[in-house]
T-cell receptor, first 116, second 113 residues
């Protein structure tokens, strides 16, 4: 079983559309994340949830809205998609929150979003 | 300022050569953790190693070894007898108390057969 799984893996959509990426982890971790990786491979954290509560919310357009129905799931909804949103989005999880260093972050396989 | 610097953007080596990927970090904390991740061409991010600031012993895992030196704030990664399957982007990361992960910008390694 995949530890952190996200769907879809590939997503091609038109500008202005709304799309969601789903993420689930079966590691029993308390904290989940969304990261964005741009075309230069730079990894940037977007959001972090600990036990369903938002704890990190970086400077991300409010078109991006995370939702955590329970601590094993963290979905990402994106409204009014723009060309610049094209990137790879990684879901991840760790045992504890980022304020307790040393917890390894485990990543999903990534979702390749292309906005045309 | 960058918390984690991977100065080597791209490296190419011929198969069976040894290669070292550099990582320099910056922190004022005495307790911190360092990580390496591998991103193969298929795109997933794979955890390789975690090291805490109090353990400066070098680590070896098969052909992989890591050299942690607090005196130079470096956590370098060496692949011995490189193979084509080692071709990937490698990320170094730092985790501090009260802060999130800081990733380096990655080093793209190409192993030529």
């Amino acid at each position: 079983d995949t530890a952190v799984s996200q769907t879809p893996k590939y997503l091609v959509t038109q500008m202005g559309n709304d799309k969601s990426i789903k993420c689930e982890q079966n590691l029993g971790h308390d904290t989940m994340y969304w990261y964005k990786q741009d075309s230069k491979k730079f990894l940037k954290i977007m959001f972090s949830y600990n036990n369903k509560e938002l704890i990190i919310n970086e400077t991300v357009p409010n078109r991006f809205s995370p939702k955590s129905p329970d601590k094993a799931h963290l979905n990402l909804h994106i409204n009014s998609l723009e060309l610049g949103d094209s990137a790879v989005y990684f879901c991840a999880s760790s045992l504890d929150g980022p304020t307790r260093p040393g917890n390894t972050i485990y990543f999903g396989e990534g979702s390749w979003l292309t906005v045309v | 300022a960058q918390k984690v610097t991977q100065a080597q953007t791209e490296i190419s080596v011929v198969e069976k050569e040894d290669v070292t990927l550099d990582c320099v970090y910056e922190t004022r904390d005495t307790t911190y953790y360092l990580f390496w991740y591998k991103q193969p061409p298929s795109g997933e991010l794979v955890f390789l190693i975690r090291r805490n600031s109090f353990d400066e012993q070098n680590e070896i895992s098969g052909r992989y070894s890591w050299n942690f030196q607090k005196s130079t704030s470096s956590f370098n990664f060496t692949i011995t007898a490189s193979q084509v399957v080692d071709s990937a982007v490698y990320f170094c990361a730092l985790s501090e108390i009260g802060n999130q992960f800081y990733f380096g910008t990655g080093t793209s390694l190409t192993v030529i057969p």
